[in-house]
C-alpha cells in the first residue's frame, strides 16, 4: 500500500514525498501530536467496542487476531506497517484527489466498519470516520508523519487489548 500511495505522489502528483511526510510543522509538534492523536484515537474505539452491544464484535475480532498476535513484536510490526503504509496510500495519495471525507468514509468503508445490516460496527464505524476525518485535517495541516504515529499507536493499542482479550478467555468462548 505504501508503494502505491509513494508512487502515486512522486509520479502522478508530481509531489515532493518528503515534505508531504514531513510538512512545515515542527518536528517536536509532530512528536506530540501523533502519539496525544493516537492514543486518544485509541482510547475511544476500546471504549465503543468494550460496550456490551458490541460483544460479538469484539469476541470475533479477538478470535481472528488473537492467535497470531501473541508477540509485541509482531503487534508493533504489523501496526508500523499499516500505519505508513496505509496513511500513504489514502491520507498522502487519495486524499490529494478526493478530499478529506470522503477519503476517510472509504478508509473505513474499505476496513469493514461501515455495514448498516450490522448495527453496533456501523457505530464504531461512524466513530472510525470521525477520526479518520481528523487524522486527515491533520496531514493537511503539518504532513502525514503525525497521522502516520497516531494510526501506528491506534492499531498497537487495539491489536493489544484484543490479543489480552483472546489470551483471557483461553479456549472458551
Request: with cysteine.
Amino acid at each position: 500500500m505504501g508503494g502505491i500511495g509513494a508512487w502515486s505522489v512522486v509520479v502522478l502528483q508530481h509531489r515532493d514525498l518528503w515534505h508531504l511526510l514531513l510538512g512545515d510543522r515542527p518536528v517536536m509538534s509532530v512528536l506530540v501530536v501523533g502519539p496525544v492523536l493516537g492514543l486518544a484515537t485509541a482510547w475511544g474505539a476500546w471504549w465503543i467496542i468494550s460496550r456490551p452491544r458490541l460483544d460479538n464484535v469484539r469476541y470475533t475480532y479477538s478470535e481472528m487476531i488473537g492467535p497470531w498476535m501473541a508477540r509485541w513484536t509482531d503487534r508493533w510490526f504489523l501496526s508500523f506497517c499499516a500505519g505508513v503504509g496505509e496513511e500513504l496510500l489514502f491520507r498522502g495519495a487519495l486524499q490529494h484527489w478526493s478530499g478529506v471525507p470522503l477519503t476517510a468514509f472509504i478508509f473505513v468503508a474499505v476496513h469493514g466498519y461501515l455495514d448498516p445490516r450490522k448495527l453496533p460496527l456501523f457505530i464504531y464505524g461512524l466513530y472510525m470516520t470521525g477520526a479518520m476525518m481528523v487524522f486527515g485535517l491533520v496531514a493537511e495541516a503539518g504532513g502525514l508523519l503525525a497521522p502516520m504515529i497516531a494510526h501506528t499507536l491506534v492499531d498497537v493499542v487495539l491489536l493489544r487489548r484484543l490479543r489480552a482479550e483472546y489470551a483471557g478467555r483461553g479456549s472458551t468462548p
